[in-house]
Structure formats: structure tokens, C-alpha cells
């Protein structure tokens, strides 16, 4: 059985940055850690070594803006 949680807001270039580093200090740190989906601590436990994936899309369209977006994913076995 799988739990999903998940969580989209806007924020601004510094706060997307700042989760960033929150999510960066978690996968760095010794031991179980836990990462904030909206108002929900999510406790993680990252192994060793990790599977990585990023995928950046740019769109162009006709009659509305471009759009860009980036997909980070990461998976592995907790130690």
C-alpha cells in the first residue's frame, strides 16, 4: 500500500528556493528527517544513495503564454 500526500501553492522565487534547501538539508542529515507537504510533516528516512530525476519541459503555444516547469524525483529504499 502506497500513501500519497500531496500539495500545490504559489510561492515566490525565494520561498521555492527556501523548500528547496529545507528538502536539501533533510536528504544530507543523519537519520529519519521530516519534509513539510502543506501543513503536514511527512517524517523520510533517505538511504545512501538515491534515485534521481529531473525533466524540464518548455511549451510554447500559440494563444497563450510559453511555459516552462521543472520535475524533480527522487526515490530510494529507507536504511
Request: aromatic share 8%; hydrophobic share 25%; glycine share 0%.
Given at each position: 500500500m502506497a500513501d500519497r500526500t500531496s500539495y500545490?501553492?504559489?510561492l515566490s522565487q525565494e520561498e521555492v528556493a527556501d523548500r528547496l534547501r529545507e528538502i536539501a538539508e533533510t536528504i544530507e542529515s543523519d537519520g529519519p528527517a521530516d519534509i513539510r507537504v502543506g501543513n503536514k510533516a511527512i517524517r523520510l528516512s533517505p538511504s545512501a544513495s538515491i534515485d534521481?530525476?529531473?525533466?524540464?519541459?518548455?511549451?510554447?503555444?500559440?494563444?497563450?503564454?510559453?511555459?516552462?516547469?521543472?520535475?524533480l524525483d527522487m526515490a530510494w529504499t529507507p536504511d
Open positions: 500545490d501553492e504559489e534521481f530525476s529531473i525533466e524540464a519541459v518548455e511549451e510554447s503555444r500559440r494563444f497563450r503564454s510559453d511555459r516552462e516547469s521543472v520535475h
